[in-house]
């Protein structure tokens, strides 16, 4: 196994059969030990972190994959806190997904004139690009093509 990424949540690891593991952390994003969700650094350590992102990120590639929508999911290990995943080709330096129900984070740093923190939000999805130098910029769909 080769160390190919040290990230903010996660490790990443080469395999010898060619595939990926992604290790989960108990690190979280925020400052000063104040989590912030949509900051782009470690700030603080939360006991279950980890383990709680991957029985979610399980989740949804399980319910994906039952539906017939393919993913690069292998397999979840809850004892080792890790995923395995098929190797794939990301998008520049990578996507990021995110689905919001809650006014907080980076959401509540650009619209907070219009909205207030801890606001429900109804399942709000955007789409940024991993770009820390950048604060992880809103892309379009029509920026992607």
Do not use: W
């Not at 990424?5 to 996660?10: A, I, V």
């Amino acid at each position: 196994m080769k160390l190919v990424y040290k990230g903010k949540t996660k490790d990443v690891y080469e395999l010898e059969d060619g595939n990926i593991l992604l290790r989960f952390k108990d690190d979280a994003t925020g400052e000063d030990g104040v989590f912030d969700p949509g900051a782009n650094a470690v700030g603080l350590t939360i006991e279950g972190a980890g383990l709680a992102g991957l029985k979610m990120t399980k989740y949804y590639y399980e319910m994906l994959n039952s539906m017939g929508i393919p993913t690069h999911y292998i397999s979840a290990d809850l004892e080792d806190v890790s995923l395995k995943v098929k190797k794939a080709t990301p998008f520049g330096d990578g996507l990021e997904v995110i689905c919001r129900y809650r006014a907080v984070g980076s959401f509540i740093r650009r619209y907070g004139k219009y909205a207030k923190e801890g606001q429900t939000l109804d399942g709000f999805v955007e789409f940024t690009l991993k770009d820390d130098l950048r604060n992880d910029p809103p892309i379009g769909k029509d920026a992607l093509v």
